[in-house]
């Protein structure tokens, strides 16, 4: 990825976005049906849908995951990845989704994660620290929705890059049901 241009998007305001509700970021929640999510997706201007990234061997999720189109000159690369129940269960919803800010500066990466943090703290409070493989994490649990809200900064290895851009950091925004976190 290239220094930041003039034609380059806004991604604090996509961050903005993202955080503005615990609950939901863009269109997307969980419990959501996959099939709205793809509706959603799938022809939106300005995104591209790379449809069903990766299978479990026993079926148990089906993935889908949108890129925000890289223009000549990003810095940073946004993604949205939805993990939803699959096998037998119809209509299959979403049980788990991020947004994910890929760049090659670590600044940046930070500022993001920052951004996300204090935003998300100014409507929840102080988070749980959750370091697990990351650079830092944080989250917050949503009692009565059964929801985990979590953010976290993670150096991306070379086994994870993209066939779309290539980075080395990725700072994760998601939502989680909070059973499977």
């Given at each position: 990825?290239?220094?930041?241009?003039?034609?380059?998007?806004?991604?604090?305001?996509?961050?903005?976005?993202?955080?503005?509700?615990?609950q939901k970021a863009y269109t997307v929640y969980v419990g959501m049906p996959s099939a709205d999510f793809r509706a959603n997706f799938r022809n939106?201007?300005?995104?591209?849908?790379?449809?069903?990234?990766?299978?479990?061997?026993?079926?148990?999720?089906?993935?889908?995951?949108?890129?925000?189109?890289?223009?000549?000159?990003?810095?940073?690369?946004?993604?949205?990845?939805?993990?939803?129940?699959?096998?037998?269960?119809?209509?299959?919803?979403?049980?788990?989704?991020?947004?994910?800010?890929?760049?090659?500066?670590?600044?940046?990466?930070?500022?993001?994660?920052?951004?996300?943090?204090?935003?998300?703290?100014?409507?929840?409070?102080?988070?749980?620290?959750?370091?697990?493989?990351?650079?830092?994490?944080?989250?917050?649990?949503?009692?009565?929705?059964?929801?985990?809200?979590?953010?976290?900064?993670?150096?991306?290895?070379?086994?994870?890059?993209?066939?779309?851009?290539?980075?080395?950091?990725?700072?994760?925004?998601?939502?989680?049901?909070?059973?499977?976190?």
């Amino acid at each position: 990825m290239a220094p930041v241009s003039a034609q380059s998007f806004d991604y604090m305001k996509d961050v903005d976005t993202v955080t503005a509700n615990p609950q939901k970021a863009y269109t997307v929640y969980v419990g959501m049906p996959s099939a709205d999510f793809r509706a959603n997706f799938r022809n939106l201007k300005g995104w591209t849908y790379r449809g069903d990234s990766f299978f479990d061997k026993d079926g148990s999720v089906s993935p889908y995951s949108v890129l925000k189109n890289i223009r000549k000159g990003d810095s940073v690369a946004e993604t949205i990845n939805v993990i939803s129940t699959a096998g037998t269960r119809s209509p299959r919803t979403i049980e788990t989704y991020n947004n994910c800010f890929y760049t090659n500066s670590y600044q940046t990466a930070r500022q993001i994660y920052d951004r996300a943090v204090n935003n998300f703290q100014y409507n929840l409070g102080r988070p749980t620290p959750n370091k697990l493989r990351n650079l830092a994490g944080v989250s917050w649990t949503l009692s009565p929705q059964n929801l985990r809200v979590f953010v976290s900064l993670e150096e991306i290895t070379a086994g994870e890059q993209s066939k779309y851009f290539h980075a080395k950091y990725r700072t994760r925004i998601g939502r989680v049901k909070n059973k499977l976190f």
